[in-house]
């Protein structure tokens, strides 16, 4: 009875881990900081608390369905990455039958129609914006469309998908709808997470590219991705000023610093540095604004940590 436990706990916690909850963390956190902006738009504070007694449980819902959003979306990643991610010596979930390609399967399906109608519950916007997020993963990851294999429509799927969609989903649960003054002051996060996706193309170069992907780590150098992510974190910062979101102002300032340096080392370890850096910091901006995410990020990431080093001996996640 006890062993038949032990691998019931195992094969749960290989299935939660499979979503990718360190992820999840930087979705969630562009959801909190939409929510912010939403909040504090005349008093733009980056110290700013929010009032958790009307906010609490709809912020902890949207993240519970964003959560399954994108764990589904990042498990049909998985199905179509097979390949590249053994090349690249990652994510073995697949590759290794931790988890079976049925099983994938089911909890993609499961996990996009529970969040989507999740969401629908919660108000018509957000429902349609992920929708939209479920339809752009597909889109992202199918062979036949493999938005993830052409270098610009990679690009621009993560800086919807992971930018401004995020905060579009946390400006809603506010505000109940969107409008312009949301997009626009969505465009910091647009551009700073196009920033950070192109530096996350430089490790997975050589994979990628012995597997056909054509992401601009594969087709430009690594001083012209450099280059390319540091002139979008800049721009972020122009469009965070205009829209005195000093939030993510604060966070890509200080991550500037360490972009100019790997620009300047032309080191792909110090691009990896500087996209930790840049997470890490917006984790913190949105940590300040709802102090119960504090308590949900050092979960995230001690738990994956226990998690991997007593599955697989892997020390995961680490700042080299």
Not at 138 to 161: C, D, T
Not at 214 to 243: C, E
Not at 258 to 273: H, N, P, Q
Request: hydrophobic share 50%; with cysteine.
């Amino acid at each position: 009875m006890e062993l038949k436990t032990d691998q019931m706990m195992k094969k749960l916690l290989d299935h939660i881990f499979f979503l990718r909850p360190m992820l999840l963390l930087p979705i969630w956190t562009i959801v909190i900081l939409g929510v912010r902006a939403a909040d504090v738009r005349e008093m733009a504070s980056p110290f700013s608390i929010a009032d958790l007694s009307s906010l609490l449980p709809d912020i902890l819902l949207v993240m519970l369905l964003t959560g399954l959003l994108y764990g589904a979306t990042y498990i049909y990643n998985q199905i179509h990455d097979i390949e590249s991610d053994r090349q690249n010596g990652k994510l073995f979930f697949l590759s290794e039958n931790v988890i079976s390609l049925n099983s994938a399967y089911v909890l993609v399906t499961i996990l996009n129609a529970a969040s989507i109608i999740g969401a629908f519950l919660v108000n018509v916007t957000t429902g349609f914006l992920f929708l939209i997020v479920a339809v752009l993963g597909i889109f992202y990851s199918h062979p036949a469309i493999n938005y993830k294999g052409r270098s610009g429509k990679a690009l621009w799927s993560n800086m919807f998908g992971c930018g401004m969609l995020p905060f579009l989903m946390g400006w809603s649960l506010y505000e109940g709808a969107i409008n312009m003054e949301a997009v626009l002051k969505s465009l910091p996060y647009l551009l700073a997470v196009g920033a950070i996706y192109l530096n996350t193309t430089l490790p997975d170069r050589e994979g990628d590219k012995k597997v056909g992907k054509k992401t601009y780590g594969v087709i430009w150098s690594v001083k012209h991705t450099q280059g390319s992510a540091l002139a979008r974190l800049a721009l972020a910062i122009l469009f965070s000023l205009m829209a005195g979101d000093y939030a993510v102002l604060i966070a890509s300032g200080l991550s500037l610093i360490l972009f100019i340096k790997a620009y300047g080392t032309r080191k792909i370890s110090d691009s990896v540095l500087a996209t930790q850096a840049a997470i890490l910091l917006l984790i913190v901006m949105a940590c300040i604004y709802f102090p119960p995410y504090i308590i949900i990020a050092a979960t995230g990431v001690l738990g994956t940590r226990a998690y991997y080093k007593w599955r697989f001996d892997l020390a995961y996640p680490r700042l080299k």
